[in-house]
Nanobody, 121 residues
Framework: QVQLVESGGGLVACECSLRLSCAAS????????MGWFRQAPRKEREFVAA???????YYADSVKGRFTISRDNAKNTGYLQMNTLKPEDTAAYYC???????????????WGQGTQVTVSS
């Protein structure tokens, strides 16, 4: 099993940067793929980025070039660096862990509780 806890969300009022962290417990994190998803009010959860256990990365077109996903297996932690934030990035952000770097939520068995990111114009 893997337990996940996100942190680093907040409110920004500029094209600023935030870094989200996803702290994992459980001995299988280094062999798990990790994904970030987000969900805005009244919208479905959408894929943001994913990183495989070997380090391959995948991004949604809407964040490509602005967001960077990474992981530090020694710290059992994953990250989502978000630059040039826009109001449309406002959502609850969730990290997830699973066997494969999937772009759909059902591809992940474990989820964190989410952290809110709000970007005001």
């Amino acid at each position: 099993q893997v337990q996940l806890v996100e942190s680093g969300g907040g409110l920004v009022a500029c094209e600023c940067s935030l870094r989200l962290s996803c702290a994992a417990s459980g001995r299988t994190f280094s062999r798990s793929s990790m994904g970030w998803f987000r969900q805005a009010p009244r919208k479905e959860r959408e894929f943001v980025a994913a990183i495989s256990w070997s380090g391959s990365t995948y991004y949604a077109d809407s964040v490509k070039g602005r967001f960077t996903i990474s992981r530090d297996n020694a710290k059992n932690t994953g990250y989502l660096q978000m630059n040039t934030l826009k109001p449309e990035d406002t959502a609850a952000y969730y990290c997830a862990a699973g066997s494969y770097a999937s772009t759909v939520p059902k591809g992940y068995a474990y989820w964190g509780q989410g952290t809110q990111v709000t970007v005001s114009s």
